[in-house]
Structures are given as structure tokens and as C-alpha cells.
């Protein structure tokens, strides 16, 4: 389902440094964080397999977006992928608003979903989200500051969503004005498997049973479509001076074993401090 958690343009180093967890079936073909694509639209992210979209992903030219599902009982499963809009807007030029509005007009062909689109050169940073079903999409500029976006509309304070707002806060606090090691972010915060109260559960029409074990930062469940949970933990960070770099620790299913890799580079065309 997904939890992602960060802070944008509040930060004397890191105009935005972002922590997100990906969960999955695990018999879903997945890759993790590579460059592809065709030559002048190189993306960083990992890939669904199956859909050909991601969840994830980032560019040379500062564009970055990422999604997580809204948790709802019954999705449709002819729907279309919502990995594809995370895809569509890296590959264009379109500004975030503009996109986001784009958006609206086909949002009722898919599942319910939580969209941000950020152009980092520009600093604009739009929310976009077709739920709940019935009502008009969102489309909300997103406001510096510290925000939570799990599988309900933005900072819904769903318990892990504020454990992880928590923590976050606190680690960041504990390294202010230091470098921000992302490894450990990742380790202390992504990992975290501690489940909610069942008292404090969310109610969204999925049984009680569910909730509970989707209600932790990192989940991992056996399920009757099979085994459940968190594919991947990505952090990313952006420099004042347009660095970005990212960290994975992902999954690999093939083996079993969590590996991890890091990858760096300058956005090529903001011009300018950020």
C-alpha cells in the first residue's frame, strides 16, 4: 500500500529530502531503482514489471514524482495502472498543475490513488488524488513544511502516519545543520514494524484483520493472494546546490536476501541555487 513521508522547503541544506516505503505482492515482477528509458528521458526509479509504470521515480531535468494507493475494499481490476501517471509525468515537460489538471479529466479510469508531481527547479509541488470516489479530484499546491502520505487523503493522521511524522522530526532535529545520513533514515524509520492500537485502526471498509497488519510502517504479511509487504525502502535527498541522491534497500525475490545500492547526480538544468 505504501507510506512516504518529507519535508519541502523548510530545510537550510535540503530544500527536500523524502523516505518512502513501496509494498507489494511479492509474485509482482518488479525492478529496483536503475536509470531507464529512452536517451533524452533517462528516469530513476524502479519499474512494475507488469504495467511498465512506477511508483517512484525521478529525472536529470529535477522533475520527481511518486503515489501511493488509497485503501479501499474493492478495486476494480480492470482499471487502469496508476504507476503509468507517476510515468507520463516524468516523460513530459508539462508543468505540475497543469499535469495535475490533466489528470482530473481521466482520474475516474483508476483505482483509488494519491499523486505528488514536483518540479524541483521550480519549486512547486502539486497533490493530486481521485478520492473519495464520488467527489471532485484534488488538486492541492503542496505547502512547505513536514507532510505524511500513506493510503488515505494527505496528512491523514492515521497512526503510522504519525509515528512516522514522529520520528522523522526527531531524527531530523538530532542531525540539524550535520549531512542527513539517508542509510540510517531507513534503517530507523522504514523498518519500523511496530503495529497500531486496534482501538486506533482506520476505518475504509476493509476488515479489521487487514487493517491491523497493513497498520505498520513496514509491513510483511501472509495473505490469501499470497505473501504481502514492503518491496522496497527509498530515500532520496536534494541539495541546496542540486544534488540528489538516492538510497535503496530493496528485496530482491529471486534470492530472498535485501540488498542495497545508492546512486548521485547533479540536476542538469535549474541554474541556480534551490
Not at 478495486?75 to 495502472?81: Q, R, Y
Not at 507517476?86 to 499523486?115: C, H, M
Not at 491491523?212 to 546546490?241: H, P, Q, W
Request: hydrophobic letters at 35%; proline letters at 5%.
Amino acid at each position: 500500500m505504501c507510506i512516504a513521508v518529507w519535508i519541502w522547503q523548510t530545510h537550510s541544506q535540503y530544500p527536500f529530502i523524502l523516505l518512502s516505503n513501496r509494498d507489494e505482492y511479492h509474485d509482482r515482477p518488479t525492478r529496483p531503482v536503475e536509470w531507464w528509458g529512452e536517451d533524452d528521458q533517462k528516469i530513476l526509479g524502479g519499474r512494475d514489471e507488469l504495467a511498465g509504470g512506477t511508483w517512484l521515480g525521478c529525472t536529470r531535468n529535477g522533475r520527481l514524482a511518486f503515489l501511493t494507493n488509497f485503501r479501499e475494499p474493492n478495486p476494480s481490476p480492470s482499471a487502469k495502472s496508476r504507476g503509468d501517471l507517476t510515468l507520463r509525468f516524468l516523460q513530459s515537460d508539462i508543468p505540475p498543475i497543469k499535469f495535475a489538471e490533466e489528470v482530473a479529466k481521466e482520474a475516474t479510469e483508476y483505482n483509488g490513488f494519491n499523486l505528488v508531481l514536483v518540479d524541483l527547479c521550480s519549486n512547486v509541488m502539486v497533490y493530486v488524488s481521485n478520492r473519495p470516489e464520488g467527489e471532485a479530484t484534488t488538486i492541492q499546491i503542496i505547502s512547505p513544511g513536514l507532510h505524511v502520505l500513506s493510503n488515505a487523503k494527505l496528512d491523514t493522521p492515521w497512526p503510522k502516519a504519525q509515528r512516522l511524522r514522529r520520528k522523522f522530526k526527531e531524527l531530523l532535529d538530532m542531525y540539524d545543520g550535520k549531512e542527513i545520513p539517508l542509510e540510517e533514515m531507513v534503517v530507523k524509520l522504514m523498518s519500523d514494524n511496530v503495529k497500531a492500537d486496534l482501538h486506533s485502526l482506520p476505518i475504509t471498509g476493509c476488515i479489521p484483520e487487514w487493517e491491523f497488519d497493513l497498520s505498520s510502517i513496514f509491513v510483511d504479511v501472509e495473505s490469501n493472494k499470497g505473501r504481502y509487504g514492503t518491496r522496497s525502502m527509498t530515500a532520496i535527498s536534494v541539495t541546496s546546490d542540486g544534488e540528489v541522491r538516492l538510497y535503496e534497500k530493496y528485496l530482491d525475490i529471486n534470492d530472498g536476501v535485501w540488498k542495497e545500492h545508492t546512486m548521485q547526480y547533479q540536476l542538469s538544468v535549474c541554474g541556480r541555487r534551490l
